[in-house]
């Protein structure tokens, strides 16, 4: 019954639903990268400590991810934000979220990366295709998200067929 909630939520937030609308942009993407990680499986799952989601270039999301998530549990791990000034700070976390005004760091924030179970998001047309496992694009006006399956195979995750179902392959 969760799965179906968080599924209809993201369904609303994709289809340019009234409530999306009425949510900033910022609140948009901190809901959409949250539910993000119920769907995906990270190598390191077990065990416990933090589950870490990075944003870098955008204090808003960073703001927002952290107010409403930051210290909830995800199982035996407690979601923790961290924010980076730019890429060339970023470590291996599980999330990292890269806000189009940092674009031009995709590639450096990839290459520290690479097969570390990072889940890489991004918000600007044409970065889906340049490496990151999710990018954000607008679509008929409406919020869409393309999913990179090189990416996330190369990053060692797993994504259920529910988010693949939802998503732009590509």
Same mark, same amino acid.
């Given at each position: ?105 995709? +590639?450096?924030? /990839?290459? $520290? %990366?690479? &097969? ?36 996330? +195979?190369?990053? /060692?995750? $797993? %994504?259920? &067929? ?9």
């Amino acid at each position: 019954m969760k799965m179906f909630k968080a599924l209809t939520i993201a369904a609303f937030l994709i289809s340019g639903s009234t409530f999306a609308q009425e949510r900033s942009v910022q609140e948009v993407y901190s809901m959409m990268v949250y539910n993000f990680t119920k769907y995906v499986q990270w190598p390191d799952h077990a065990g416990s400590g933090e589950f870490v989601i990075g944003v870098v270039g955008n204090t808003d999301i960073y703001n927002t991810l952290n107010g409403w998530y930051g210290g909830k549990p995800r199982g035996s791990k407690t979601y923790v934000m961290k924010r980076f000034k730019s890429a060339a700070d970023v470590t291996d976390w599980h999330v990292l979220y890269i806000n189009k005004s940092k674009s031009g760091e995709v +590639e450096l924030a /990839n290459n $520290k %990366v690479k &097969g570390k179970g990072t889940l890489v998001i991004t918000d600007k047309n044409g970065l889906g295709e340049k490496g990151s496992s999710i990018n954000f694009k607008m679509v008929d006006n409406k919020l869409k998200f393309e999913l990179n399956q090189k990416a996330i +195979e190369a990053s /060692n995750l $797993k %994504v259920s &067929g529910a988010l693949s179902s939802m998503a732009i392959l590509i």
